[in-house]
C-alpha cells in the first residue's frame, strides 16, 4: 500500500531564517506531487504541483520555491521566512498516468505545523 | 474560475443522530469530481467520499453519503448513525478533469465545516 511521509511534524523558525520540509512517498511510482498550505481557520491553498522530476508549476507567487530531486521526493524551501509564512503544509500525492493524465484523487499526508516567530 | 462554497462554518450532531453538511460549487465544466475530506484534530486529511459528476448514482462509503444534484450544482454529505470519531473539519473539494494552463488536477477546497458531536 502507498504511504506518504512528512517531516519535520512540527516547526518554529525565526523570521529571516531558512526553511526546508520535506515529503516522500512510498509504494508507488511516477506520482504527481502536490505542496498546499493551510492558514489558521482556512480552508486549503495549493502552493505546488510536480508531474515529474524536476517539473515544478507554481499556483501562488511567494517566498517560497519547491524542488523535486527524487522521483517520490518533493521539498518545500524558502531562503527567507516571513511571518506570514506560517501555518499547516500539508503534501499530496496522486497517480498520475501515461502521457500525463491525471487521476482523481489526493491522498494526504500528516503535515508540518511551522510557525514563524 | 470553479469556486466551492461551504455555508455552514459550524454544525453539531447528536452521537448516533444523522446530519447533513452543505456543499454548493460553480463551474461551467460539464465533467468533474467532488470529494469530501475530512481533517479531525490531527490535522491530516482523510479522504471520506468522492463523486463523478457524469454517474448519476449517489457515492455511499459506510455511514457516508452524498446527495448529489448536478443542475443544482450541490453535493451534501450525509453521516447516519454520527460516532464521536466523526468529530472534526469536513472540506468540500472539486476537481476538474480538464487539463488547461498549469492546473492540472488540481483540488479547488471550500473554506469548511466544523462538525461537533454530543454524547
Known sequence: SQTIHQWPATLVQPVGSPLSL????EGTSNPNLY???QAAGRGLQLLFYSVGIGQISSEVPQNLSASRPQDRQFILSSKKLLLSDSGFYLCAWSVRRLAGEITDTQYFGPGTRLTVL | ???VTQSQPEMSVQEAETVTLSCTYDTSESDYYLFWYKQPPS???ILVIRQEA???QNATENRFSVNFQKAAKSFSLKISDSQLGDAAMYFCAYRSTANYGGSQGNL????GTKLSVKP
Request: hydrophobic share 30%; aromatic share 20%; proline share 0%.
Open chain 2, 54 to 56: 457524469y454517474k448519476q
Open chain 1, 35 to 37: 505542496w498546499y498550505r
Open chain 2, 108 to 111: 479547488i477546497f471550500g473554506k
Open chain 2, 43 to 45: 490535522r491530516q486529511m
Open chain 1, 22 to 25: 520535506e515529503c516522500t512517498v
Open chain 2, 1 to 3: 474560475a470553479q469556486t
